[in-house]
Nanobody
Framework: QVQLVESGGGLVQPGGSLRLSCAAS????????TGWFRQAPGKEREAILC????????VFADSVKGRFAISRDIAKNSVSLQMNSLKPEDTAIYYC??????????????WGQGTQVTVPS
């Protein structure tokens, strides 16, 4: 069974930090493009960051540049999203997705269930 599961969401005060994890089962994230997305209430899903199969990082959302970082842990078969200097506008459900191919331009076919991140104002 191919599956992605996000964890680590919660409530954090403005300026705080949070680390999200995306664990894969049934397949290997290594050499596979894996991205983080988010969807705020009333807004369309937004691509944030992607790490390619060759560990190239692609920034889709300029608003997170310098604050968020994506990384891969081969041993744990997981991808993390480190979020720093969080703002209320970062409040959203965060999803990870795997392309099943090495490039961040490849279609994302496998999605996690999402985890809520709330930054109060």
């Amino acid at each position: 069974q191919v599956q992605l599961v996000e964890s680590g969401g919660g409530l954090v005060q403005p300026g705080g930090s949070l680390r999200l994890s995306c664990a894969a089962s049934g397949f290997t994230l290594g050499y596979t493009a894996t991205g983080w997305f988010r969807q705020a209430p009333g807004k369309e899903r937004e691509a944030i960051l992607c790490i390619s199969g060759s560990d190239e990082v692609v920034v889709f959302a300029d608003s997170v540049k310098g604050r968020f970082a994506i990384s891969r842990d081969i041993a744990k078969n997981s991808v993390s999203l480190q979020m720093n200097s969080l703002k209320p506008e970062d409040t959203a459900i965060y999803y990870c997705a795997a392309a099943g191919a090495p490039l961040c331009s490849d279609p994302f076919l496998t999605w996690g269930q999402g985890t809520q991140v709330t930054v109060p104002s």
